[in-house]
């Protein structure tokens, strides 16, 4: 009888050390489908409805680099540049180690380049320079129309 109290607490403790991680786990793949049904959106042309999953994404998640950038990669098709700018500016310290698989990369009005990921927070590709990527081409731009 006593040792099967014990299997039931050592059962308990099992899924209490290992629930957590589960339910982390899933989380990360609910962040991830909704960036990847979000860069789709933007591919697609329906901003509206993409900026809507991004700013709910940033809502659960505010530091979340990729939705950050492809939320700027959104004003700038609408030719919000400052706007863009100032969601990269947040997005880059996030973006520090920062990898991700990138799956697809969707360049927006030749200045911007959004990034639909096969994963979230792992893979080969480091987000940090693709971010100070978009900000020099937007930069270069914003500068660009100063001139004219």
């Keep these: ?67 950050l950038n492809n939320l700027a990669a959104i004003l700038v098709k609408e030719k919000d540049y400052q706007g863009a700018m100032s969601y990269l500016e947040k997005a880059l310290p996030r973006a520090k180690g920062y990898k991700v698989m990138v799956n697809k990369v969707c360049e927006v009005e030749g200045i911007c380049l959004a990034f639909r990921p096969l994963a979230e927070e792992y893979g080969n590709q480091e987000l940090e320079p693709l971010i100070k990527l978009n900000m020099e081409m937007l930069k270069a731009k914003m500068a660009e129309g100063k001139a004219k």
Excluded: C
């Design 1 to 67: 009888m006593r040792q099967l109290q014990w299997r039931q607490w050592g059962v308990v403790v099992v899924l209490a050390l290992i629930l957590p991680g589960a339910l982390f786990a899933q989380k990360q793949d609910d962040l991830t489908q909704k960036l990847i049904q979000s860069y789709d959106l933007l591919e697609a042309g329906r901003l509206e409805q993409a900026k809507q999953l991004y700013r709910g994404i940033l809502k659960e998640n505010p530091d979340q680099p990729v939705a």
